[in-house]
């Protein structure tokens, strides 16, 4: 079997707010092969920049597009293939868009080689432990304590067991914070988890404070409290914070997982849109596990982001977490027509062959640039 072509689709609503929502503007990259089978990956970035990456002529040596990379060659070779493209890219690529792209090949290649194989992804990566995964909800702290205990109910009253609230006015005062989190918490109860996303806002010092005021409260993590750049700080952190620190939703690579996990990181987040695919999220959550930490899917874009985050949490022996996104975009919503809906605070995970899933044309007639 070999590749003949590929396709970079990219879908963007016709109004995009400046908010922290990825389910505004995707990539979506279809690989087809002489059998007539096609795969399906999703690339979570700046579409237009990633486009461009997979569109790019053949050039000097490392310095190639992806499509010119991939047409002609076995699909089945999927990690061979990785390897191939982040070499023949690494002029200008090695980390950023360049690996944003590569994910929504190899994910693609991977859906190709379930249905070559006529089995699951998940059945690929590692195996079946699970056949739904827990899954967790991502909002924005609401306007007041009050509205963002009101959210808090929502969630709850959808069934969900794990809601995360992060971004909107989190991070200015001390004060404000804690009444937010602890809003949160009270309105979610017993027996249900609450996470904290400080979207990059805090000092080592400032997440230091507030981890200590949450720690009673038993939040799950606090996820990105500094810049994703500030290695020494997580590190520091890291050691002394009685919360969970959780980051990783922008790393790229296992080189960059590896390090995270050096640095003391307790919850790593690939998104597999992002980091590499899943290749690389499979090896991320490998080196996690072996370290006595977590991988949990950072997951805010559509259902085929959606789909291989379910396949590689069920391929892990330690990984029923996914987060899912409740955004209305028809990105999320309808772009995949059989989108694995949540059911009991958990969302089955996908059993057809590939990715089981299956794109809807006239969504991507509509919104296609
Ligand atoms: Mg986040």
Request: aromatic share 6%.
């Amino acid at each position: 079997m070999k590749i003949v072509s590929v396709e970079a689709l990219h879908l963007r609503l016709p109004n995009i707010e400046e908010i922290a929502d990825g389910t505004q503007d995707v990539l979506i990259i279809r690989i087809h092969t002489d059998a007539g089978i096609t795969g399906i990956g999703e690339v979570s970035s700046q579409s237009y920049v990633c486009k461009a990456i997979f569109e790019a002529p053949r050039s000097a040596e490392r310095r190639h597009g992806l499509a010119n990379l991939l047409v002609g060659r076995d699909p089945l070779e999927v990690e061979d293939l990785w390897r191939y493209m982040y070499h023949q890219t690494n002029r200008y690529g090695r980390r950023g868009a360049a690996i944003h792209a590569i994910s929504g090949a190899d994910i693609a290649l991977w859906d190709l080689r379930g249905k070559a194989l006529g089995k699951p992804v998940h059945e690929l990566l590692g195996g079946a432990h699970r056949t739904s995964v827990r899954a967790y909800a991502s909002y924005l702290f609401g306007d007041t304590p009050a509205a963002t205990g009101a959210l808090a109910r929502e969630a709850v009253d959808l069934g969900l067991t794990a809601v995360k609230f992060g971004w909107g006015p989190f991070g200015k005062t001390l004060s404000t914070d804690m009444a937010h989190v602890e809003a949160a918490r009270r309105a979610v109860g017993e027996g249900r988890d609450v996470m904290v996303d400080a979207g990059c806002s805090l000092t080592v010092a400032s997440a230091l404070e507030r981890a200590r005021l949450m720690a009673p409260l038993g939040i799950g993590w606090l996820e990105e409290p500094l810049s994703q750049d500030d290695l020494k700080g997580y590190a520091e952190l890291c050691r002394q914070s009685p919360v969970p620190i959780a980051a990783g939703e922008g790393e790229t690579t296992r080189w960059g997982f590896e390090d995270l996990i050096e640095r003391g990181l307790h919850v790593i987040q690939p998104d597999v849109a992002i980091c590499g695919g899943l290749t690389v999220a499979r090896e991320a959550s490998a080196m996690a596990s072996a370290a006595g930490r977590r991988a949990v899917p950072h997951c805010f874009s559509t259902g085929v982001n959606l789909a291989a985050s379910l396949h590689w949490m069920a391929s892990c022996a330690d990984g029923d977490l996914v987060e899912y996104c409740l955004r209305p975009s028809p990105l999320m919503r309808e772009l995949v027509r059989n989108l694995p809906p949540l059911v009991d605070g958990r969302v089955a995970v996908p059993q057809a062959p590939g990715l089981g899933i299956e794109l809807d044309e006239d969504v991507i007639a509509e919104f296609r640039v």
